[in-house]
């Protein structure tokens, strides 16, 4: 196994148990954890190859990335009660499969296309569909509409994966600069609520003025 596809294994792990916590805290049966478990494991992964053409996707290639999520969720579902805050473990365990994602979902696309920008794009788009469809279909707080920093810590992630693999640094080093690189930053932004600032609405300008 090359590192990347450990790498893969552990996100797909880490999101599979974030969507079994999800379907904790929702308390539904056997089957509904290995769905949203599924769903969240393999999720992101899926967009990035279906953006990159590359089919079938991989989980249909390699059906062992199913049995991670399915072995993930029956593990939750006899441990998860022994876990005071489930949604706290849940951000935490987001942030842990948001980082080894952003770099396998930029290591993709870089090999696929050899953009950067394409890598940059992948990455994000792999780290973050599925907690988003985790928590669409769970009814959770979206992740995505959550003040503190989650997309950008993607693409930290990602770029420095890129840059690093462009400055000729090894697959190792390179990943584990985008990984440490991710969960700093989306780890401080769960522990400092770190965030840009929002929009503020400001009123609209009268008709005269636009005329």
């Not at 979902?105 to 988003?132: D, E, F, Q, R, Y």
């Not at 990602?158 to 840059?163: L, Q, R, S």
Request: proline share 5%; charged share 10%; with cysteine.
């Amino acid at each position: 196994m090359t590192p990347l596809e450990g790498l893969d294994y552990a996100g797909v792990a880490v999101f599979a148990a974030t969507g079994a916590l999800a379907a904790s805290r929702k308390q539904l049966d056997m089957i509904g954890f290995v769905f949203l478990a599924a769903v969240t494991g393999i999720g992101g992964g899926t967009f990035r190859d279906l953006v990159l053409g590359a089919t079938p996707v991989f989980w249909v290639d390699k059906p062992a990335y199913l049995l991670v999520c399915a072995g993930v969720a029956v593990i939750v579902y006899f441990t998860a009660h022994l876990v005071e805050s489930r949604y706290r473990l849940l951000l935490w365990f987001d942030a842990v499969g948001m980082s080894a994602y952003s770099v396998m979902g930029a290591a993709k696309g870089l090999a696929v296309s050899g953009s950067p920008v394409v890598a940059l794009v992948t990455g994000m788009m792999t780290a973050t569909m599925g907690g988003i469809l985790r928590d669409l279909l769970a009814g959770e707080p979206s992740v995505l509409m959550r003040p503190e920093i989650y997309v950008s810590a993607a693409l930290v992630g990602a770029g420095g994966f890129v840059v690093a693999s462009l400055l000729g640094a090894p697959l190792v080093a390179a990943s584990a600069a985008g990984v440490i690189m991710a969960f700093a930053v989306r780890g401080g932004a769960i522990r400092y609520n770190w965030a840009f600032s929002p929009y503020r609405s400001r009123a609209g300008r009268p008709p005269e003025d636009v005329m």
